[in-house]
């Protein structure tokens, strides 16, 4: 338990996914990064409801990609990446605004910091709105996350 883990235990988790998951359109979607590279403290739930719950209190950075395969987009289409905190969203990593009609591969990405509670947990969420599901890149390098703990709460 968090009684357990010292102050200065270093926290660090890496996770990717190469399943093509699908994205419902005007759906804000948790992303299931299925494939463990390592997590030192096993703080992640994987699955429909993927989550990392921090193990002890402290800032953590978040940094994480998501990326469609190649689709057809139009003006008005968006695709936004947020991070959520104990089930709300907490801050946007990165949006976009198509302007006009393209084909390709369209990626959001960024880092944030977060501060956590001990037993309090995020996950990150995709949206966007082409009126139809569509499939994430099914490359690792495309669809990833790492979480370290860099300082005390």
Known sequence: GPAQIAASESISASYSSNASQSINS???TIIDFEDKQ???HNAVTTGASW????????????SAIVAFGSLAW????????YLFKNGSN???????????????????????????LAGQYIDVRL???????????????YVNISIDRIGNY
């Open 51 to 62: 989550k990392f719950t921090a193990p002890i209190s402290g800032i953590y950075s978040v």
């Open 127 to 141: 949206y966007h709105n082409r009126g139809s599901a569509s499939t994430l890149n099914g490359s690792a390098e």
């Open 90 to 116: 907490f801050k946007g990593f990165d949006i976009m605004r198509v302007e006009g009609s393209v084909t390709d591969v369209m990626a959001r990405q960024g880092t944030r910091t977060v501060r956590l």
């Open 38 to 40: 390592w997590d030192s």
């Open 74 to 81: 139009t003006a008005g289409h968006v695709l936004d990446l």
């Open 26 to 28: 005007a759906s804000t």
